[in-house]
């Protein structure tokens, strides 16, 4: 991505953070930075001017360093977060609101249901010719987060309402490495779907290199995730839904909540 470049920040046990720098202007945001040293230590290796966090829900291990970050770093940081429990949070931000990152274009999208302020951050370059959304617990590669303080109806909005229509070509940055739990589930609900075998031997192999599986896509996801094909009839067919893809959500969260 010529104009905007992510670098993948591993932390904790399986959490992802993500630098966003805008190329031209080198100002860049960090993603649910949960470990603010390795922050710091990526923004000085990458000379960037960092200007603001986006988080995207309070739970800790994503909204858990925001403190700590704004008092090491020495120049005053925004912190969105769409949810009045997120820490050091300076800017509360909601659906279509916009803010910029350099000359980097980011819009929000308020998918309550993991949490009830959960917020992806869809960023684009001023060309639009490279876009990446930044997803936190409501879409992972292969997955979604648990409907801890939300519906299925509210999950369907986020993923089918408002992530689906994203371009195809966006790329999704997730906030954890789930790949190869959420493919086995997603090969149990459709087993003739090959896209998904395949997809599993390349996420085995990335993993046997300590590789990141991380980003897909929204047009890969519309094809590999469930909770992305709840109108599909292979998944109704599974959920038992009759037509309603409200009702096959529901369902196979039911069930991923308790597959092994």
Known sequence: MADMSVKILPALADNYMYLIICNKTKEAAIVDPVNPESVLEAVQNENVKLKSVLTTHHHWDHAGGNEKLVTLFKDKLIVYGGDERIGAMTNKIGQDDTFKIGNLDVQCHFTPCHTTGHICYFVQTPAR???????????????????????????????????????????????HEYSLQNLKFANHVEPQNVTIQNKIEWSKAKRANNEPTVPSTIGEEKEINPFMRVCVDSVQQYAKSHGNPIEAMRAIRKVKDSFK
């Open 129 to 175: 010719d490279s876009k990446a959304v930044f997803t936190g617990d409501t879409l992972f590669l292969g997955g979604c987060g648990r409907f801890f303080e939300g519906t299925a109806e509210q999950m369907y909005s986020a993923l089918i309402e408002k992530l689906s229509n994203l371009p195809d070509e966006t790329k999704v940055f997730c906030g």
